[in-house]
C-alpha cells in the first residue's frame, strides 16, 4: 500500500473517523474487484483504501501511526523496536543513567545492531565486556478481505507475505468485520535464539448482495408479490444455510418482518445461532393490465379504505 494511508483515502491526517469510513465505502462502491473484474487500476486503488481502512480505523493504531510508531502496514518501525526492546537492557552501556566512555551517534549504536544482528545472536561490545541479548521477534500486521459467507460460515484462505511465501489463515465461524487473528510465532524472527513474533491478521469482511448482518441476527429484504401478499403463499427465502420455504400470511404488509429461528449466526464459543429476519416487501407487477386495471377499480370502490388515517394532524 502507499506510504501515506491518509492520501490513499484521499484524505489528510485531519479527517475524522467518519470521514475516513465515508471515503472508503465510496471506493469501495467504485472500485471493488466484483464491480470491475477486468480494471486492474480499479482493484489496486481498493486494495490500497482496504489496507488504508484497516489502519486507520482503529483509533489506537491510527495514533500510533501519527506518532511514527509503525508503518503505513501496520509493522512496528525498526528503530523504534530495537530502542524499545533493546536500549533499556540490563547491561547495555547506552541505558539511562550511564555515561559510557566513546559515546556515538544514535544512528551508529543501530547501524552497530543490525550489524550484528545478522549473526549467531545479537551483542553489544564494549569497555565494559560484552553482553548476550536474546529477545522475541516483532509481530507482522496484515489486512485481509473475506466473503460475507466465509465470516458468518468460517472458513480458511491464503495470504501473501512479504517473501513471496503464503501463509494459510483459518477463519473462524462468526467472525465479525474488524476483527484480528493472531497467527503465533508467524510474524519477525527473534534475536539470539529468540522466539519469532506472531502475525496479526485484521479482517474486513465484504458486504453481500443478499444479506446484512445485525449482531448474530441476519437480515434480508424479501420481495413478494401483490397476490401472494394477499392470499398468503409458500415463498423460497434464501439463508446463510440455503434455501428453506417461508410461510406468507395473508394480508402481509410492506415492511412486515417474520423470523427464522436459528438461521443465523454461530456466536462464537457457543452452540446457539442466531435468528434470520425477513422484511416483506411488496412489488407490483411490471405492466399493469387491463383486467388487473379494471379489478382494482371495482375494488377500489366496493372496499375503500385508508391506511394513512392514523397520519392526519
Known sequence: MSNDPYKALGLTKSASDAEIKKA???IAR???????????KAEAKFKAA?????L????????????GEIDA???????????REYAEAPGNPYRSGQRPQDFGDASDIFSEFLRQRAGEGAQYTHGYGQQNIRARGADRRYSLEVPFLDAVKGGSTQIQLPDGAALEVKIPEGINDGQTIR???KGMPGIGGGPSGDGLVTLSVRDHPVFRRDGNDIVITLPITLDEAVLGAKVATPTIGGTVNLGIPKGASSGQVLRLRGRGVKAPGSKTHGDQRVELSIVSPPKIDTDLAEFMEKWRKDHAYDPRKGMKI
Do not use: I
Open 24 to 26: 472508503y465505502r465510496k
Open 30 to 40: 467504485s472500485c471493488h474487484p466484483d464491480l470491475k473484474p477486468d480494471d486492474p
Open 50 to 54: 482496504s489496507a488504508a481502512y484497516d
Open 56 to 67: 486507520l480505523k482503529d483509533s489506537e493504531t491510527r495514533a500510533r501511526f501519527d506518532k
Open 73 to 83: 502496514s501496520g509493522a512496528e518501525r525498526p528503530e523504534r523496536q530495537f530502542y
Open 183 to 185: 497467527l503465533r510465532g
